[in-house]
């Protein structure tokens, strides 16, 4: 019964995955290990400097924008990042990747 419930959801992701002109992943680094971030903040701002997105992502980002110039920008923790990237025929992947500070694994003394 599960799997009737999930495969209609799978699809439409898939379908939303293929249409859209760019996708914005978050990954928080532990050695080799990545896991996905979620409710992650996300700002798109095109060439022109007007904000094309503002909001929250669940995790993967799928968004169709037009041709052109932009700037993806994130912010985790106290780091802030941002990647330029140009919209063209073919969809842009953006990852956007934290490793976990060392000390942070490390016990309390």
Request: proline letters at 6%; charged letters at 30%.
């Amino acid at each position: 019964m599960k799997l009737r419930k999930i495969a209609p959801a799978v699809a439409a992701l898939a379908a939303t995955a293929a249409s859209a002109s760019l996708e914005v992943v978050f990954l928080e680094m532990e050695g080799r290990r990545a896991r996905e971030l979620n409710d992650m903040p996300v700002r798109i701002v095109d060439e022109n400097g007007r904000v094309m997105f503002d909001g929250r992502s669940g995790g993967p980002y799928f968004l169709r924008l037009p041709k052109g110039r932009y700037t993806v920008s994130t912010r985790w923790d106290a780091w802030s990042s941002s990647r330029r990237i140009s919209i063209g025929s073919e969809r842009q992947r953006v990852v956007f990747k934290w490793s976990k500070p060392a000390e942070l694994d490390k016990p309390a003394a």
